[in-house]
Structure formats: structure tokens, C-alpha cells
């Protein structure tokens, strides 16, 4: 079955031979900087590719769920949304509060839920509802839905293959070499793989939005982040 696109193998050995370094040491640096970049090129939108969706089912009387028993492979860094669909069929999203917010905001009192929070607790994310949900809206609306922005899957194996469509795997190179200029200090290779991976990705990001057929100016849905940060709109077609 033939192969399409860059392997892992493919991008690490090109970088390491655009950056001047063949050696073992290198590579093992170079692998790492792949991922590193291939994260950072995932986070500059909500690419359709990296969206999914998930049922959230819920217990009465019961204030939370974990994310892992959500969705295990949910990017903590990207916003959430989670709705459900009332009497009329209308999506009813639920308000998002950050950690001033919530103190204002919770109550354990039980009836329809209204609102969430997105923290951790004792190392594991969790989300809390307000209000906590009673029997009859776990009846009517159980499970929610969430839409979120999974993490990339970390390339190990020399035949994994990037979470970006193959037609821009060469930009996951530029990337790549971009990020370890950096750490060297080369500033003109910096310069040089910025302008290439900008060029490589700008056209990615305009399939991107042409073929979601939005307004050429896109900015993320606002709401809060899960680590309590005001989410700032960002122009994404810069």
C-alpha cells in the first residue's frame, strides 16, 4: 500500500541535514524539535482535522465528570465548548467561568445546568457544573456534547506520519529548522526557515478557511480557557 506524505524519518533527516548536523545526538534533538513543532503549527487555528466531538454523560446529583473518561486525548491548552440541545432543538451552550468567576458562580444546589468549569484537582482535569445536575435534566438532556481540539499525536515510529494534510509536510520541515535556529542563535537561518514555514503555512491556513467558507478575517469563538486566562481573538490570516 503505498505511502503518501513525509514519515517521521523523512522530517527529522532533512532537518538535521538543513540545520548542518548529521549526527546521532543531533537527530535525537531534532526529533524532539519535530513535535515541538508540529504542536505549534496545530495551536496557530481550530483546524478542522484536529476538532472532535464527544458526549459528556452526566450523573444526577453528581457536581462533576473527569476529562479522561471525556476525552483522554483533549489539548488542556484550547477552549471547549459544551452544549446541549433543548425542548426547541436549539443548541444550549453553557457558560464558561474562569477561577475568579467560579467562586462567584458555584452552587450545589441541584436542578438544570446552566454553566462550567473547566480545573484540576489533585492532577486530574475535571469539569464542574452549576447548577449540579438533578434526575430530570439528567433524564431530558443527558449526555452533553463537547466540541474540542485534540493534541497531536507525538511522531515516534519513523513511519508515523504528522496530523497535517501531506500536501504541507514540507512546512512541518521549515518549522522545525525555524525552532532550532532559534535555540542556536542563527539568526539569519532563523529568518530564512521563518519566512519559508510562514509561506508554507499561510497557503494551509487559507485552504483551511476557503473550504470552511468563512470571512477571510477568522477569529476563535470566545470564551474562557481552562486555565483561567482570558482568551484573546487572535487574526489568524496574518
Same mark, same amino acid.
Given at each position: 500500500?503505498?505511502?503518501?506524505?513525509?514519515?517521521?524519518?523523512?522530517?527529522?533527516?532533512?532537518?538535521?541535514?538543513?540545520?548542518?548536523?548529521?549526527?546521532?545526538? !543531533?537527530?535525537?534533538? @531534532?526529533?524532539?524539535?519535530?513535535?515541538?513543532?508540529?504542536?505549534?503549527?496545530?495551536?496557530?487555528?481550530?483546524?478542522?482535522?484536529?476538532?472532535?466531538?464527544?458526549?459528556?454523560?452526566?450523573?444526577? $446529583?453528581?457536581?462533576?465528570?473527569?476529562?479522561?473518561?471525556?476525552?483522554?486525548?483533549?489539548?488542556?491548552?484550547?477552549?471547549?465548548?459544551?452544549?446541549?440541545?433543548?425542548?426547541?432543538?436549539?443548541?444550549?451552550?453553557?457558560?464558561?467561568?474562569?477561577?475568579?468567576?467560579?467562586?462567584?458562580?458555584?452552587?450545589?444546589?441541584?436542578?438544570?445546568?446552566?454553566?462550567?468549569?473547566?480545573?484540576?484537582?489533585?492532577?486530574?482535569?475535571?469539569?464542574?457544573? @452549576?447548577?449540579?445536575?438533578?434526575?430530570?435534566?439528567? $433524564? $431530558?438532556?443527558?449526555?452533553?456534547?463537547?466540541?474540542?481540539?485534540?493534541?497531536?499525536?507525538?511522531?515516534? $515510529?519513523?513511519?508515523?506520519?504528522?496530523?497535517?494534510?501531506?500536501? !504541507?509536510?514540507?512546512?512541518?520541515?521549515?518549522?522545525?529548522?525555524?525552532?532550532?535556529?532559534?535555540?542556536?542563535?542563527?539568526?539569519?537561518?532563523?529568518?530564512?526557515?521563518?519566512?519559508?514555514?510562514?509561506?508554507?503555512?499561510?497557503?494551509?491556513?487559507?485552504?483551511? @478557511? !476557503?473550504?470552511?467558507?468563512?470571512?477571510?478575517?477568522?477569529?476563535?469563538?470566545?470564551?474562557?480557557?481552562?486555565?483561567?486566562?482570558?482568551?484573546?481573538?487572535?487574526?489568524?490570516?496574518?
Amino acid at each position: 500500500m503505498p505511502t503518501y506524505g513525509k514519515q517521521f524519518s523523512d522530517i527529522y533527516n532533512e532537518s538535521a541535514r538543513d540545520t548542518g548536523d548529521t549526527t546521532t545526538s !543531533h537527530i535525537t534533538y @531534532v526529533k524532539k524539535k519535530v513535535n515541538d513543532a508540529l504542536r505549534e503549527i496545530c495551536n496557530t487555528m481550530k483546524y478542522s482535522w484536529m476538532q472532535r466531538e464527544t458526549d459528556i454523560t452526566l450523573t444526577a $446529583s453528581q457536581q462533576y465528570v473527569n476529562m479522561s473518561d471525556v476525552a483522554s486525548d483533549w489539548d488542556e491548552d484550547q477552549p471547549v465548548e459544551i452544549f446541549y440541545r433543548n425542548s426547541a432543538n436549539k443548541r444550549q451552550v453553557l457558560n464558561q467561568y474562569d477561577d475568579t468567576e467560579w467562586k462567584r458562580e458555584e452552587d450545589t444546589d441541584e436542578g438544570d445546568v446552566y454553566g462550567c468549569h473547566i480545573t484540576m484537582k489533585s492532577g486530574i482535569w475535571r469539569i464542574l457544573f @452549576v447548577l449540579v445536575p438533578d434526575s430530570a435534566f439528567v $433524564s $431530558s438532556y443527558s449526555p452533553l456534547k463537547m466540541e474540542y481540539q485534540k493534541k497531536p499525536t507525538e511522531l515516534s $515510529s519513523d513511519t508515523d506520519i504528522p496530523e497535517i494534510p501531506t500536501s !504541507h509536510h514540507q512546512g512541518l520541515v521549515y518549522w522545525t529548522n525555524k525552532l532550532i535556529c532559534a535555540e542556536m542563535g542563527d539568526t539569519e537561518g532563523f529568518a530564512l526557515w521563518e519566512r519559508l514555514a510562514d509561506s508554507a503555512l499561510g497557503l494551509l491556513k487559507k485552504r483551511q @478557511v !476557503h473550504r470552511l467558507g468563512r470571512p477571510k478575517r477568522v477569529r476563535p469563538h470566545p470564551c474562557i480557557t481552562v486555565r483561567g486566562r482570558a482568551y484573546q481573538p487572535k487574526d489568524y490570516n496574518l
